[in-house]
């Protein structure tokens, strides 16, 4: 079982393994490790959440912060976190026109303009055309909404990350 | 003044400039950039200091664990971040015999077993000696004691990398 697996890491492990399901912030995973063991993948997650969900609003804000610009100028050079760039990738982000990634450059200019943190939404549960409606929806709501908003998409994100790594642990205590 | 220059910066000039004065966690920068305009370098300095502080122990510990084991491997490979490499090579921990190296890690092994977070101390407030009498004393703390120091010593790292970055922007600011 996965999750036995992950019950019998150190600290050190636990942080190699899911330091990044939280875009740049391993410090969450660090502090969820203190709860361990975990009686399932469910139970981790919900760690995870409660975590951000007791964060004051600028430490919401600040993970949000930890993220880069969709589709930006890191997603063309490569060098996202290799996470982001996986999941900007299938969603088509790496495929824009000369017209749209202007347009998407505009989007997220005026988005961190408003509320400076960047638009964040989950890639994967995402395509290029729902990405562009949801910003362009999105950046006329007010703060508190989008800083909630933004922060479920956090947790969208993460719940994908947690996945895959249980998937891949699944499959390789197989052999 | 270096202040109105931090004050200038948007959230990502800030995060690049400040993210690993706490090491590793640039979601803690990226949290106190939603204070700014900043008064003086001491209140950036409280700001650090008092999110930090409101984080639960689990947060706090998660703080310490984002933290590589003193004079460890990673020391001798190069791969801390060029701030550890530095403190860690001014305090002398570059230059350990055999023997000290063989003592070093296996006092890191046994506080991390007892704590299960790693020993943190303010390497330039220190060297050598000093550390290695640390290490031997405060390995018979209490948790909650240890959790303390160790994060008095995270504030004291901080408050050395604030004044380098003042420091190096006052510097620039005159040119």
Known sequence: ???QVFNSMDY????NKF????EKCPLIAAAVW???PFTSLGA???MFEDFIDLLPPSGQEGILRCHIDLAGRDLLKGTLSSESQAEQNQAGLTDLTLDQRSQ???LNASYKNKFHFPFVICARMNNKDTIFRQIS???HNSPEHELKIGIAEVKKICHLRLLDI???VSHNSKF
Do not use: P, S, W, Y
């Not at 050190?12 to 942080?15: D, H, K, P, S, T």
């Not at 330091?19 to 939280?22: E, P, R």
């Open 1 to 3: 079982m996965a999750i």
């Open 137 to 139: 929806i999105r950046i």
């Open 12 to 15: 050190e492990e636990f942080i």
């Open 104 to 106: 998407i450059r505009e």
């Open 166 to 168: 249980f998937k891949q």
């Open 44 to 46: 981790l997650e919900k």
């Open 34 to 36: 203190t709860n361990h």
């Open 19 to 22: 330091g990044n399901v939280i």
